[in-house]
Structures are given as C-alpha cells and as structure tokens.
C-alpha cells in the first residue's frame, strides 16, 4: 500500500512549497529512487523546472519534463508534469499541483507538499487518504 506524507510548510515564501520539492527531489535521486513532481500547469512546470538547476549551489538533479520525456528514457530520475506520469515512474510522487486523481497509488510513497496558502485543500487530501485507510505521517516543516 502506498505510504503517503504530508510536509507542511511554515514558509510563505512565495518559492517555499517548489524549493522545497527541489530539496526532496535531490534527497530522493541521491537515494537512487525515481521520482515524479506533479504540478498545475506548464507554467509551474517551466517554473519548477528552472529552480532544479539553481536552487542550491553545487547541486545536480537530472531532470526534465514530461512532454520532453522520450518514450524509451529509463535513465532520468526526476520528471515534472501535470497530468498522468509516465510509465516507469511508480516510486515517489511529490505533488506540488493539487488533485493528483487515481494515480497515486501506483507509486511506493506519496509526498502531498503543502504550503500555508493550500492548507484547506490539503485537509481535504488528508480526510480523502485517511478514509481510504492509508497510514498517513505528517511533518511539520519550519520556515528557512
């Protein structure tokens, strides 16, 4: 069954929720896990996929996103996109975008990154996953 984790967020930085994915993304691929961020849009997927190349000096998260994503790639770790993944990817989904619908539970762990402006959504999420019966552990994240 999917573990899923709620990291909620003290930051109101306008950037917190996709800095933060940034950081769980590079935990998750030096770990040797792929990993699928699901977001709103192109726009946000434009947006999230500039800040994995800067969003900490010295680091390195290979990337890119789902319409890039050629069909027989089982090399890149990280994917970003809104809507459904790709296959191959059925380890960790990071969702920065909202609804994920019924895909999730494909993946091993489901991480909803919720920052203080989507809180009423998330508990929303929280009852969905709760209901369902999945072990659900949250974590509350300070602000940086």
Not at 26 to 35: F, M, Q, S, T
Not at 57 to 73: C, Y
Not at 139 to 144: D, F, G, L, N, S
Request: aromatic share 12%.
């Amino acid at each position: 069954m999917t573990e899923v984790f709620f990291y909620i967020l003290e930051d109101e930085a306008a950037d917190a929720t996709a800095h933060f994915a940034c950081r769980l993304a590079e935990k998750a691929h030096g770990e040797g896990h792929r990993v699928f961020i699901h977001v709103a849009d192109a726009a946000q997927t434009a947006a999230l996929d500039n800040m994995l190349w800067q969003f900490r000096q010295g680091s390195f998260v290979p990337h890119t996103a789902t319409d890039a994503l050629a069909p027989d790639d089982d090399l890149t770790p990280v994917v970003i996109g809104a809507g459904e993944p790709p296959a191959g990817f059925d380890d960790i989904l990071l969702n920065v975008g909202g609804e994920v619908g019924g895909f999730f539970s494909r993946f091993a762990r489901h991480n909803e990154i919720v920052g203080p402006e989507s809180m009423a959504a998330a508990r929303h999420r929280y009852r969905f996953f709760k209901d369902r019966g999945y072990q659900l552990t949250t974590h509350k994240i300070p602000a940086r």
